[in-house]
Nanobody
């Protein structure tokens, strides 16, 4: 399984970004997939997860209501729509995959895409 994240960049506070993670080697529908992030000087933390079936979605409390995870089976991607971004969302975002859950530590990781939110 290989994961390739994209879509990071610089955005002003209150703005939006959409991250995308392309999976190769297997289908996204075979794994739980999602996102973690690591802010400067902090530990990597869970952000969002969608189950292999697509029926279960979980978010970290800090992003609930602002971020939306989705999956495109045709493109074999998992996406993260991030709205109302704040400076505390600044981090390197990593996509991940495992089965049946991402927690505690997923087996497969993408390379990370940097998100910087300016206040």
């Amino acid at each position: 399984v290989q994961l390739q994240a994209s879509g990071g960049g610089l955005v002003q506070a209150g703005g939006s970004l959409r991250l995308s993670c392309a999976m190769s080697g297997r289908a996204v529908t075979e794994y739980a997939t999602g996102w973690f992030r690591q802010a400067p000087g902090k530990e990597r933390e869970f952000v969002a997860e969608i189950s292999a079936s697509g029926l279960s979605i979980n978010y970290a409390e800090s992003v609930e209501g602002r971020f939306t995870i989705s999956r495109d089976s045709a493109k074999n991607t998992v996406n993260l729509q991030m709205n109302n971004l704040a400076s505390e969302d600044t981090a390197v975002y990593y996509c991940a995959a495992d089965f049946p859950r991402l927690i505690p530590v997923p087996r497969y990781w993408g390379q990370g895409t940097k998100v910087t939110v300016s206040s």
